[in-house]
């Protein structure tokens, strides 16, 4: 088994994405402060180098892998792959360059949805949730709440649930 080489650097980081096409729109900063701002919440500090497929399920350490959080952002973001990542900063981020967490609860609740019209049996409920599940990680020893609201919308979904309009 070779070694894994270290994370790329912040600089490689923010060249990545930019060149990927990733819309700054969708970030809580703009590309000119990327390195140095939380790309979720938009609060000017010192960053941390955030995987977007998890380490622990052999997420790589490519540049395109990896998202600048600040410590708080990266411990609520997900641990799951690089579109979910995405779709969570698109969804979380503050364009204001504020503190998103006063709006946690309410993102939380915003999720409507309508239950199927015939309940799953238990076997295909607990399948659901374990195949799910092994698609995430973990940080410091638990899943981030970001993590299980992705989790729960995937499971409700896979079972039949829909998302109202």
């Not at 650097?9 to 994405?17: E, H, L, Q, S, W």
């Not at 990327?34 to 180098?49: I, L, M, N």
């Not at 698109?90 to 915003?110: C, F, I, K, V």
Request: charged share 30%; proline share 5%; net charge negative.
């Amino acid at each position: 088994m070779g070694t894994r080489k270290g994370p790329p650097t912040k600089g490689a980081i923010v060249r990545a994405n930019m060149l990927s096409g990733l819309d700054e729109s969708a970030l809580g900063c703009d590309w000119d402060e990327a390195d140095r701002r939380c790309w979720c919440c938009g609060k000017r500090t010192k960053t941390e180098k955030a995987h977007c497929e998890p380490h622990m399920r052999g997420g790589p350490n490519d540049p395109i892998n990896f998202v600048l959080l600040c410590k708080r952002c990266h411990v609520e973001s997900p641990d799951v792959d690089r579109d979910v990542m995405l779709r969570w900063l698109a969804d979380n981020s503050s364009t204001m360059h504020g503190d998103r967490w006063h709006t946690a609860a309410l993102s939380a609740a915003a999720m409507r949805m309508d239950p199927p019209d015939r309940i799953p049996d238990t076997d295909e409920a607990a399948a659901a949730v374990s195949e799910v599940l092994s698609r995430c990680g973990i940080h410091q020893g638990k899943f981030s709440q970001s993590t299980l609201e992705w989790a729960m919308a995937e499971v409700l979904g896979r079972l039949g649930w829909t998302h109202r309009d």
